[in-house]
């Protein structure tokens, strides 16, 4: 080997024509991994590794090596080689050069190519899910969506919704679609039983819960592992469907890869499931809204940790609830009226740990009006959150009275429930079912038009013609006041009045709990 070869920085081999190793520089020892003397006097088929199709070894059947250029996979050493090898009369020469990070460059682009494609497709599903969610009139018709479209991808190959039962805390399966139907009955089995499904710890835990490889995850049982490693499936999740403090259910679904579910698609199932939870709730209201039928519940709820209980308590009085208006999914701001000894309930309100604001609106040294800040779990907030409409409630040193509305349907068992489940001792009441009757415009009217005096209704009336309500204004007050010949305070003086009765009138009926003032 002359001495440009033995310096080379690729690995050089000389060989005999039958394949015996005459000569081998130092690059080729270090590539190879192999001292010097276990190259040189020994056949390349006794001192290279075998690549994944041998044929480099195969050049060397013949009387005369077969010139040619291979790139392959050594899985002896782990390494990509790329070998070049010349012939002549007295034998071959072999060119060896490691390539093995090439090719993990070249496997970490398609692995990221491929991940991109999965979020792109696991976007756009999302996306497509979403409208057809928020667009849903039935409570049924999300859970079928969800399945049907999670099931169908190339992504996933099963999907399921389960819904919680209050009741005894228990998932029954309401819908699932996919390649594995065989896994829904499994399921179904073991939400009858004790098993400790994934979705099952979800609800529990109110949490996500990912399991990138099912056959090695113990806490499965058993048959469960079996169902899905029958039907190809190897990883899955199970993300909770909640609004506010309710848990209506829980999606599990199932991918044919382990390692299946990256953050970026955790996250993305996790706003479906979000937005899902958002869709039911509109739709138990919008339920409430158009119900041909409602129950009129009168619940009472002893639990001392109630912060309006514990508020009575420290005062000695009573407190009545004006309206309440639920801010996001866990705040509610309340608006309540009592008789007397103000300072001790505001006191005792400041310092409980639901509440993050508390002032007072009006005064009055007879019925002052509290407005309070609570978040966390209370019985109006888990009322709302399953679709009631609350229309009254009175506080005392012993408990809540609260009287909310349902459609008639087995929401109101599930709303009861959930209270129950939060607080010591829910107790029914009353239960009066009732044909519900919206208010139609013209009855909104008629009612509206009661309530205004002659003079309201004309300075508002002028008001709104003059474009005085428009922004930029389209007239002043003093416009307005000079328009039908009379004072400008007064203008405003009955504007306010005639608003009053307008918004009264409203939110007597409108007001997110229903209540009134």
Known sequence: MNEKLRHAPIGVLETSTDGEIRAANPAATTILGVTRENLVGHSVDEAL???????LRDAFFDDRPLEQSIEEYFPEIGQWLEVDLLADDDGATLYVADRTHTHEQERTIDRLEQRLGRLETIDSLVATVLQKVIGASAREEVWRTICERLGATELYEFAWVGKRDLTDGRLRTVASAGSAPEMRQTIDTELGSNGRLPEQRAVETESTQVVQTIADEESIPRDVRVTAFGSGLQSCIAVPLVHGETIYGVVGVYATRQDGFSEQEVASLETLAAIAGFAVNAIKQEDLLFADNITELTIEVSDERIPFVEASAAAGVPLLLEGAVVRDDDVMVCYLRTDSKLD??????????????VRTVEAGEETPVLEVTISGGTPLTTLANWGATITDATYTAESAEIVAELPDDGDIRDAVEAVDTQFSQTDIRAKEQRRHEPETMEAFKDDLT?????????VLETAYLADYFMSPRGSTSEEVAQALD??????????????QALLDAFFEESTTTGTNR
């Open 49 to 55: 590794p075998r690549s994944a199709t041998g044929t």
């Open 344 to 357: 001790e309930m505001l006191t005792t309100l400041e310092n409980h740990g639901a509440t993050s604001t």
């Open 450 to 458: 009661g309530r205004l005096t002659d003079k309201q209704r004309t």
């Open 486 to 499: 009379i004072a400008g305070p007064t203008v405003l003086y009955h504007l306010r009045n005639a608003q």
